[in-house]
């Protein structure tokens, strides 16, 4: 069982190496997730919450709502506690993830 705890850390120890050879402009958001060992699980949440607040968005936007800090403390709420909020939103308008709800949400950065 040690020898394998042994090998575990090894894996994630050359992830992150793996991780900080990514270019900065390349996949800033990818890298955020390895950098704070975020489960594929963990993840998977946080593009259920984009995609719920991206609607949200969307409704409010045909509804006239033009205040979106409603939404913004929404999304923080949300948001693991490992993340940074603006540094989530600004790696994922780098990558092109839900940018109609990133440029909103920067907005309240």
């Given at each position: ?10 894996l ?37 919450t ?11 936007k ?24 603006h ?23």
């Amino acid at each position: 069982m040690h020898e394998l705890m042994k090998r575990i850390e090894k894996l994630e120890y050359q992830q992150r190496l793996m991780a900080e050879m990514c270019p900065e402009n390349g996949f800033p958001f990818n890298r955020l997730i390895i950098r704070n060992g975020l489960s594929e699980k963990e993840v998977k949440e946080f593009f259920q919450t984009c995609d719920r607040l991206s609607i949200k968005l969307e409704k409010q936007k045909a509804e006239g709502f033009v205040y979106n800090t409603p939404l913004f403390k929404e999304f923080e709420d949300e948001l693991h506690a490992k993340l940074k909020v603006h540094e989530v939103v600004n790696s994922c308008l780098v990558q092109d993830i839900y940018p109609a709800l990133m440029k909103q949400l920067q907005k309240s950065l």
